[in-house]
């Protein structure tokens, strides 16, 4: 019997045989109750459209459209949890995003880990943030929606409170839900520093940087109208660095 204060979960799978093993494995969690499932993004994002999941359980690879298109068609507020069967290049960006996988065949031992992370009753180790490296991607809430981001393509990020204003190849600024501090933890350092409290910036980007009068710094960033302020505290520590 389902707890009444269970998960909701969407089980979106292309192939019928795994949703139902799914649910099959699920039924030993009275903490996620099965409410809906879907054989494809379109119908997924039908149901979604008439009512929100807590968590859902999402296949990447399925014929007409990979699942990551469904974060594009339907608006996802869901705990989502991926299901792939080969998909390396994106496991990284779910383990540094404390996001979450399953390798297909689904794993009792693994699902219950998964579980666990969404109760918030994860071992430490199962906590810990890898770094990114230049050539990964991030996976990230913009503008209310979740997208991959290419590390490289990453510009400059400044302080929005908990959240922040991504500088993304040639787009404007972008709110997005992750703190500076969250940002400097998972980017590799040797290409992101901070220029200030409040500004982290991708040096492969960095054109020129001018003296000012008072010992800071203004740092160009290609694609950026504006310039950034580099703090006295941080040029002297970045000296390296800067394109003097």
């Not at 997924?44 to 807590?54: G, I, P, S």
Request: aromatic share 10%; hydrophobic share 45%.
């Amino acid at each position: 019997m389902s707890s009444p204060g269970a998960w909701s979960a969407l089980i979106v799978d292309d192939e019928w045989l795994v949703r139902e093993e799914l649910k099959g494995l699920l039924a030993g969690y009275p903490e996620i109750r099965v409410e809906g499932e879907a054989g494809s993004v379109r119908q997924a994002a039908e149901q979604l459209a008439r009512r929100a999941f807590d968590v859902i359980f999402l296949d990447i690879q399925m014929p007409g459209a990979l699942g990551f298109e469904l974060l594009e068609q339907a608006e996802v507020t869901a705990r989502i949890i991926f299901i792939t069967a080969y998909d390396q290049y994106a496991i990284k960006a779910f383990e540094v995003n404390a996001l979450d996988y399953l390798l297909k065949p689904i794993q009792k031992e693994r699902l219950g880990q998964s579980i666990a992370r969404l109760s918030g009753r994860a071992p430490e180790a199962l906590r810990h943030k890898p770094k990114l490296g230049y050539d990964d991607v991030a996976y990230v809430m913009v503008a209310g929606s979740l997208k991959f981001l290419q590390v490289a393509q990453i510009r400059c990020i400044t302080a929005g409170g908990n959240y922040s204003y991504l500088y993304y190849q040639d787009h404007r600024r972008e709110l997005v839900a992750k703190s500076l501090q969250e940002w400097e933890e998972i980017l590799p350092g040797e290409y992101f520093q901070r220029i200030h409290r409040s500004a982290l910036v991708n040096f492969a980007f960095v054109e020129r940087v001018e003296k000012c009068r008072n010992y800071s710094h203004l740092v160009h960033v290609r694609g950026v109208e504006k310039p950034l302020v580099m703090s006295r505290r941080y040029s002297a520590r970045l000296h390296h660095l800067l394109p003097l």
